[in-house]
T-cell receptor, first 113, second 117 residues
Framework: EAGVTQFPSHSVIEKGQTVTLRCDPI?????LYWYRRVMGKEIKFLLH????????ESGMPNNRFLAERTGGTYSTLKVQPAELEDSGVYFC???????????FGPGTRLTVT | AQTVTQSQPEMSVQEAETVTLSCTYD???????LFWYKQPPSRQMILVIR??????QNATENRFSVNFQKAAKSFSLKISDSQLGDAAMYFC??????????????FGKGTKLSVIP
């Protein structure tokens, strides 16, 4: 069984540009989570999808971040326009049910210059 | 707000020895879950061990065990017979029902464990 995959593994963009991160959860996992770790800080929750619906987006930092999960399969996280403070590692996780273990992807390292 | 504190940014242990990683948390909830995740260099984060707050018995997974002190809000991880493959960043995490039907994880900053051959 394939694990959670994320693309790209690393992205370097200039301030003001747009970047889209993609996450493919484990097949059959209805729950998909986005987290972010800024350098030297804790891993922070961004949002949670149940199928295609946003269950909880309380961690989204501002309206420059847009997450989608069309069809309840893969998810994208778009940052537009990117700012320097958006640099960090973005993790995606999925779980079969909210009470079950969250399986993490390898992360996307975003560098905004 | 719920917080998780890992007071040891870095730790080292001799191969075959035992090491304990510390974690404390702050919560007013009575029903929650605690986890230790491991992230080896350039690899995915994986779950090492989990503990349900309502269970008094400490969780154990092979060489990994926890010391869960609910009243003290402490959740330390003990690694016995350390192996080179245990070298990784270890994250302590807490999960609860945020009230929005979302069981988000709250993480500590992590402890980088080095294993000395």
């Amino acid at each position: 069984e394939a694990g959670v995959t994320q693309f790209p593994s690393h992205s370097v963009i200039e301030k003001g540009q747009t970047v889209t991160l993609r996450c493919d959860p484990i097949s059959g996992h209805d729950n998909l989570y986005w987290y972010r770790r800024v350098m030297g800080k804790e891993i922070k929750f961004l949002l949670h999808f149940v199928k295609e619906s946003k269950q909880d987006e309380s961690g989204m930092p501002n309206n420059r971040f847009l997450a989608e999960r069309t069809g309840g399969t893969y998810s994208t996280l778009k940052v537009q326009p990117a700012e320097l403070e958006d640099s960090g590692v973005y993790f995606c996780a999925s779980s079969q049910a909210v009470m079950r273990e969250q399986y993490f992807g390898p992360g996307t390292r975003l560098t905004v210059t | 707000a719920q917080t998780v504190t890992q007071s040891q940014p870095e730790m080292s242990v001799q191969e075959a020895e035992t090491v304990t990683l510390s974690c404390t948390y702050d919560t007013s909830e009575s029903d929650y879950y605690l986890f230790w995740y491991k992230q080896p260099p350039s690899r995915q984060m994986i779950l090492v061990i989990r503990q349900e707050a309502y269970k008094q018995q400490n969780a154990t997974e092979n060489r990994f065990s926890v010391n869960f002190q609910k009243a003290a809000k402490s959740f330390s991880l003990k690694i016995s017979d350390s192996q080179l493959g245990d070298a990784a960043m270890y994250f302590c995490a807490y999960k609860f029902n945020s009230g929005a039907g979302s069981y988000q994880l709250t993480f500590g900053k992590g402890t980088k464990l080095s294993v000395i051959p």
